[in-house]
């Protein structure tokens, strides 16, 4: 009879042995149920850590933590099904263009979005700044808002992949995190068991991302899409420079006001680009577009024509929010009692140029305004944030504009003005 031993176990990945499958869905099964201790899963993670694991090993890992909850099919929808996945950075509110602009085009989008802690904000507390709307949601709202709409955003329910909120909070104080294998199955269980056909990655890499150098980023974005390929998903995957923060509004109510204006045909460049570089994707991938240039003009004739706008809308409405927004945003999203502008120093007359605007910085001075959490229980205030942010690039004289800083108070303000400006360099 086969024994099962949990420390054999952790010793065969210490010494850099590959784990038999029916060991690897026996370990994370029981430490799933609280059979196995977790300190054996943390010597474990550990291992991987340091001796990493097959493309079949990680494929198991995927497959195993993807199977201790739920798993959503979309079949029975008349459509496609895709969605996205981004490591996250600063700025980032990508997700709430993209799903109803690719949804306007034909393809469903059931996305599952998570909430940010430290500097990087998540798209649900951006979503959670529109009056009323709910982004939790039962599977069964969650399918009827898909069926009707074409997408939802919502966050995650306690019964997708419970294994990796189990260890990845373990992960978080065992020093596991930056390990490609954990975070691949991490990402790879939670999407996979939310059953879209079609998975898009954007990885970021930089200062204000996970992943800092580009070879990491790489790497990190093949070992996703082969693991989604195994599972039989169609996929691909984008690297982008996370040095500079996307678009020029970082805080959560500010940025459902861009990602409005992405979806009016307007915002920043940056912003409407990286939009489209994963829409094409999806809907190429999903078979909707025979070609990239195609995908393209459906893509534009969707923000022309307002159907994207609209899907916005309707998502909004049909989670419980005010769809006002998608028209008067500036009446309906909350807004700061004091804004501050933040212009360009003296120096700038010998260095009229902006360099370089970094991410991690903006971030901090976002989260000390109150747009973040320092803990996991805080309270997000959504008005607060940045706005009107330059980008690299930009000639400035002094007393140039270089950014808004939208505080609860004049003091708030005042006093992260130093930090804000410590953000540029200029050359
Ligand atoms: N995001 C996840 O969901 N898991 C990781 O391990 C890292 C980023």
Known sequence: MKQFVPQWIIEAKR??????????????????????????????????FFRGMSGE????????????????????????????HSTGGIGDKIS???????????????????????????????????????????????????KTVGCSIIGQTDRLAPADRKLYALRDVTGTVPSIPLITASILSKKLAEGAETLVFDVKCG?????????????????????????GRKATAIIHDMNQPIGQCIGNALEIRE???????????DTRKLVLELAVPMLTLSGVASDDADARRQLDA???SGAALETFAKMVVAQGGNGKVADTPAKILPTASFVADVVAPAETADTPQIES??????????????????????????????????????????????????????????ALIPMALSAFRFR
């Open 15 to 48: 010494d850099g042995k590959t784990i038999p499958e029916s060991d690897l869905r026996e370990f994370v099964n029981r430490f799933t149920d609280g059979s196995l201790p977790e300190y054996q899963m943390a010597a474990f993670a550990m291992a991987v």
């Open 57 to 84: 090993e990680k494929h198991v890992l995927t497959d195993a933590m993807m199977r201790s909850g739920d798993t959503l099919s979309w079949e029975s929808l008349d459509r496609p099904t895709a969605d996205k």
């Open 96 to 146: 709430i263009p993209l799903a109803p602009l690719v949804a306007a085009c034909g393809v469903a989008v059931p996305m599952i979005s998570g909430r940010g802690l430290g500097i990087t904000g998540g798209t649900l507390d951006k979503l959670d700044a529109i009056p009323g709307y709910r982004t939790s949601l039962s599977v069964e709202e969650f399918r009827s808002v898909l």
């Open 207 to 231: 200062s204000g991302a996970f992943m800092k150098t580009p070879e990491q980023a790489r790497t990190l974005a093949d070992s996703l899409v082969d693991g989604a390929r195994r599972a």
């Open 259 to 269: 990602s409005i204006e992405i979806l009016q045909g307007a915002g920043p460049a």
């Open 302 to 304: 969707a923000l022309a």
């Open 357 to 414: 605007v970094d991410a991690e910085t903006i971030g901090r001075v976002v989260l000390l305004l109150g747009g973040g959490r320092q803990i996991a229980t805080d309270a997000i205030d959504y008005a607060v944030g940045i706005d009107r942010l330059a980008s690299a690039g930009t000639s400035v004289v002094p007393g140039d504009l270089l950014l808004r800083l939208h505080a609860r108070s004049r003091e708030e303000a005042e």
